[in-house]
C-alpha cells in the first residue's frame, strides 16, 4: 500500500518530519507543514522523556519499525562509541605522560634519579615527561642546517636602583640557536629589546639597530655578562645549582661553552651588568672546566665509537642514553648507553 503526502494528498511522500515523523514529498510541501502546523522541523532533544502513548502512536501501520526507539537506540549507540573513544584516548595519553621508567625496585628513587643523554657533548638531565620544562625543550638535530639547535633559557637580572629595591628578572626560552653561534649572535630580537630596556643601551626614543650585526655589536660595547648554573659534570639525579659560572659570550661558540658541561634539559644563561645584580641565592663561582675536561678525557677511551658523532660536525649526531644510575654505580657506568630500560607500562588499566 503505497503512502501518500500528507500535505498534498497528490504524491508518494519521500521524507518524515525530524519532530512530528509527518509525511511530505517535497520542499514546499514540508515548508508548508510547518507553517500550518506550527512545527519547528528540529527533532526533540533524545534525553526528554516520551509518554508511552506517544511511542505507541509512533509505530508504523504493521507494528514493525517505530522511528522514536530507532532514535533512542542510535543515540545510545553513538554515546557507548564516544565514551569507549575517551577511554582508549585517555590510556594513550597516560601512557606517554605518566608512563615510569626503571625496574620496580628502582622506581622508588623516582623523585631523585633520572634519565640523561649526551647531546653534542652535552650531559643532558632529562625531566619526566610531562613536566614544563620538558615540553619545552625543542633542541634537536635540523637537517637542512646540518648541525645541532638548541632551546635557550634567558634570564636577564634588572639594575638595583637606588631604594635597594629590584624588578623582577625577565625570563624567556628561545629555540633554534645554532650552536656554531656565540651567545650573542644567538640572542634573539626580544631578548635585545630587553637588554636595551633593562640596562639602558640607547638614548630615550632611539630605535633598536635593525641589522642583527649592528644589535651584537652594541651588546659587545655594553660589557654585559653572562653566566650559566655549575653542575657536576657526572650528576645523574635530578638537582638544582645556585653556583653560576660566567661564560664568554662572545668568542666561543655555544658548542665550545657547554661541551663536558651538565644542563636540566637546555641551558639557562643568566645577563646581569654586575655579579652583584644577579638573584641574591646565587654565587659566582670559579670555572673548573680542568677537573671537566680531566673527566671527560677519562671516559674518552671507552665511548670513542660512541662520542665520534659528538665531534663530528658534518653528520647527524647520535644521542647517547643512559639508565637512571643509582649512587653506588653512578662512577662506574657514566658513559654507558647499552639499552635504555623504557619502563612499565598501564596496559593493566585496560580492564
Given at each position: 500500500m503505497e503512502s501518500f503526502c500528507e500535505v498534498c494528498h497528490e504524491v508518494q511522500f519521500k521524507y518524515k518530519c525530524p519532530r512530528c515523523f509527518k509525511k511530505t514529498c517535497?520542499?514546499?510541501?514540508?515548508?508548508?507543514?510547518?507553517?500550518?502546523?506550527?512545527?519547528?522541523?528540529?527533532?526533540?532533544?533524545?534525553?526528554?522523556?516520551?509518554?508511552s502513548e506517544a511511542l505507541k502512536e509512533a509505530d508504523d501501520e504493521k507494528h514493525e519499525s517505530n522511528l522514536l526507539v530507532q532514535r533512542d537506540y542510535q543515540f545510545l549507540n553513538k554515546l557507548k562509541r564516544s565514551l569507549e573513544v575517551d577511554m582508549r584516548d585517555g590510556r594513550l595519553i597516560n601512557k606517554k605522560v605518566l608512563q615510569p621508567y626503571g625496574s620496580y625496585a628502582k622506581r622508588q628513587h623516582y623523585d631523585q634519579e633520572c634519565q640523561r643523554v649526551i647531546r653534542r657533548g652535552v650531559n643532558c638531565i632529562l625531566l619526566p615527561k610531562g613536566m614544563q620544562r620538558s615540553l619545552m625543550n625543542k633542541s634537536k638535530w635540523d637537517k637542512p642546517l646540518d648541525l645541532f639547535v638548541w632551546s635557550i633559557e634567558w634570564v636577564l637580572c634588572p639594575k638595583k636602583k637606588k631604594d635597594k629595591t629590584t624588578e623582577e628578572p625577565f625570563k624567556h626560552v628561545s629555540h633554534r640557536i645554532k650552536e656554531t653561534d656565540s651567545l650573542l649572535e644567538g640572542m634573539g630580537k626580544i631578548i635585545c629589546e630587553k637588554c636595551y630596556e633593562f640596562y639602558n643601551l640607547a638614548e630615550e626614543g632611539e630605535p633598536l639597530p635593525e641589522t642583527k650585526a649592528e644589535r651584537t655589536q652594541r651588546l659587545i660595547d655594553s660589557g654585559l655578562k653572562f653566566y650559566t648554573k655549575w653542575f657536576p659534570y657526572n650528576v645523574v639525579r635530578i638537582m638544582d645549582s645556585k653556583k653560576l659560572i660566567e661564560l664568554d659570550a662572545r668568542h666561543k661558540s655555544i658548542a665550545e661553552l657547554f661541551k663536558n658541561r651538565t644542563v636540566i634539559e637546555f641551558p639557562t644563561i643568566f645577563v646581569a651588568e654586575y655579579d652583584e645584580e644577579l638573584p641574591e641565592a646565587f654565587t659566582v663561582v670559579a670555572d673548573d672546566s680542568t677537573h671537566s675536561q680531566r673527566t671527560a678525557n677519562s671516559n674518552d677511551s671507552s665511548n670513542e665509537s660512541q662520542n665520534n658523532?659528538?665531534?663530528?660536525e658534518n653528520s647527524e649526531p647520535i644521542e647517547e642514553s643512559s639508565k637512571p644510575l643509582t649512587s653506588s654505580t653512578a662512577a662506574?657506568?657514566?658513559?654507558?648507553?647499552?639499552?635504555?630500560?623504557?619502563?612499565?607500562t598501564l596496559d593493566f588499566l585496560a580492564g
Open positions: 517535497s520542499l514546499p510541501c514540508s515548508q508548508k507543514h510547518k507553517t500550518q502546523d506550527a512545527c519547528s522541523g528540529i527533532a526533540h532533544d533524545p534525553t526528554t522523556y516520551i509518554a658523532s659528538d665531534s663530528d662506574e657506568s657514566d658513559g654507558d648507553s647499552d639499552g635504555y630500560d623504557p619502563g612499565v
